[in-house]
């Protein structure tokens, strides 16, 4: 069934367990991810993202993802994930997305807080949940290390909040986008203290590549949406490689690159705990 962010997160962040976003980019992960969600009983977050576009096109994929979504037997929100342009954003919101995140992250505050706020007006209106970020979560592939000075405050976290509206809020606590060159150092205190301060669900970006204690403990301390991608790039391009390997044909490597997604999405719903909560 589809449904937005606020009927899935408010109860995992009451029960104390994470719901994964997993971003696809075609309908072989889509189907992988709802399979692994029915199988589980699991509530599910499926998404694209602005920049994941050029490898699947908004018109093209979305409706596939509302269709499963629609006929799916668990809790399915469809998300667009890292939002940067007000008119893709508005593009999601009529092809029927339930959920929005929009990234102004990279804008002033002052600029982020308008255009999210904004976004927030509008998406209320089709009964949409948005997202928004504050602080940097940065890219794994790069040195640049993500200091602790850019790490989401509990002043910003909070005045973000009160100042747009928005229904989730991702947050920088030393996470990455991408494949980690070394294991990340995640400030579990600065997430203690957001939590303590805000009743509204946290997101953590750039989950994947963490390690099974890190999920588990930014679970534990408030977070209720962890972001998936790259591990499922990773399953797939692996059961490719291992398929040239058999000499598989291309619907025989299809159905193995599909089956090794799901199984990376089933490990992560077993490790957020979401698994038989619907």
Do not use: W
């Not at 505050?109 to 940097?136: C, L, M, P, R």
């Not at 979560?137 to 973000?160: F, I, M, N, P």
């Not at 980690?180 to 805000?198: S, T």
């Not at 403990?217 to 490689?241: C, R």
């Amino acid at each position: 069934m589809l449904v937005n962010l606020n009927d899935v997160l408010k109860k995992a962040q009451q029960e104390h367990y994470g719901v994964g976003l997993f971003n696809t980019i075609d309908t072989d992960m889509l189907q992988a991810a709802i399979e692994a969600a029915e199988e589980m009983k699991s509530p599910i977050i499926i998404g694209t993202a602005e920049i994941l576009l050029p490898y699947g096109e908004l018109e093209l994929i979305a409706p596939s993802i509302i269709s499963m979504a629609k006929n799916a037997s668990v809790p399915v929100v469809v998300h667009y994930d890292h939002g940067l342009t007000f008119e893709r954003c508005i593009q999601a919101l009529k092809l029927g997305f339930s959920s929005i995140m929009f990234d102004g992250s990279t804008h002033d505050y002052a600029t982020n807080i308008a255009h999210t706020k904004e976004i927030v007006k509008i998406a209320h209106s089709f009964n949409v949940t948005v997202e928004g970020e504050i602080g940097h979560v940065g890219l794994a592939q790069t040195d640049d290390g993500a200091s602790v000075d850019r790490y989401t405050t509990v002043k910003e976290a909070v005045d973000y909040v009160n100042d747009t509206g928005v229904d989730a809020l991702a947050i920088a606590i030393g996470t990455a986008h991408g494949a980690y060159k070394q294991a990340p150092k995640l400030d579990f205190n600065r997430l203690k203290e957001i939590r303590q301060a805000l009743d509204t669900p946290l997101v953590l970006h750039g989950g994947s590549g963490l390690s099974n204690d890190d999920f588990k403990n930014t679970i534990k301390e408030g977070i209720s949406k962890v972001n998936i991608f790259t591990d499922l790039l990773l399953a797939g391009e692996k059961a490719i490689k291992d398929g040239l390997t058999q000499s598989l044909g291309y619907m025989e490597m299809r159905n193995l690159k599909k089956d090794a997604i799901k199984e990376a999405v089933v490990k992560k719903m077993e490790l957020f705990g979401s698994v038989n909560r619907c």
